[in-house]
Nanobody
Framework: QVQLAESGGGLVQAGGSLRLSCAASGSIFNVMGWYRQAPSKQRELVAT???????DLADSVKGRFTISRDNARSPVYLQMNSLKFEDTAVYYC??????????WGQGTQVTVSS
């Protein structure tokens, strides 16, 4: 059974930092990353990373967020610095397996107080 398990969300003041982690099991993932969904908004890309090292980050988080992963069997991490109120959302771990199937975690809440 394929699972993506997130951890690391929480409440932080504006300007603070959080680190999200996502551990995958049941398959090998060529691409892993993070999406987020704020209330009354559509889910949007935050950052993705391929096993080849190619990263894609939303313009709104460039310079503040960093995505990392050691290898295809490692967890994926999202280091979030200089958090803003508008970063408040449910953050979902995403993975695309080597069989080109997409998977999602259950989500972790990130709340930034202004």
């Amino acid at each position: 059974q394929v699972q993506l398990a997130e951890s690391g969300g929480g409440l932080v003041q504006a300007g603070g930092s959080l680190r999200l982690s996502c551990a995958a099991s049941g398959s090998i993932f060529n691409v892993m990353g993070w999406y987020r969904q704020a209330p009354s908004k559509q889910r949007e890309l935050v950052a993705t990373l391929t096993t080849g090292g190619s990263a894609d980050l939303a313009d709104s988080v460039k310079g503040r967020f960093t995505i990392s992963r050691d290898n295809a069997r490692s967890p994926v991490y999202l280091q979030m610095n200089s958090l803003k109120f508008e970063d408040t959302a449910v953050y979902y771990c995403y993975g695309r397996s080597i069989f080109n199937n997409d998977y999602w975690g259950q989500g972790t809440q990130v709340t930034v107080s202004s």
